[in-house]
């Protein structure tokens, strides 16, 4: 079992910026693929931002070019550095490890507010 734990998120106004960040602990041999994603009320969970234990990184089109992930191996950590903020990437922003045999492993959420 994975457990991942995020920080950062709040309130922030449009045209902003915020970081986020996800520590990883447990069977850390399982980190795999960790990514974002998010969820707005009344939507569906969506993939925001991923990257490989190698670094190759995969981007929703919203976020192109505004949001950046990175990651530290040896902090266990996954991090997301968000900018140019829009109102709509209001959601709850969940953590996520994919496991080599696609086992999914989520955080809590963490609720980013952007203010217009």
């Known amino acids: 079992q994975v457990q991942l734990v995020e920080s950062g998120g709040g309130e922030v106004q449009a045209g902003g910026s915020q970081g986020l960040s996800c520590a990883a602990s447990?069977?850390?041999?399982?980190?795999?693929?960790m990514g974002w994603y998010r969820q707005a009320p009344g939507n569906q969970r969506e993939l925001v931002a991923s990257?490989?234990?190698?670094?190759?990184?995969n981007y929703a089109d919203s976020v192109k070019g505004r949001f950046t992930i990175s990651r530290d191996n040896a902090k266990n950590t996954v991090y997301l550095q968000m900018n140019s903020l829009k109102p709509e990437d209001t959601a709850v922003y969940y953590c996520?490890?994919?496991?080599?045999?696609?086992?999914?492993?989520w955080g809590q959420g963490t609720q980013v507010t952007v203010s217009s």
């Open positions: 990257i490989s234990r190698g670094g190759t990184t």
């Open positions: 447990g069977n850390i041999f399982r980190l795999n693929v």
């Open positions: 996520n490890n994919r496991d080599r045999l696609g086992i999914n492993s």
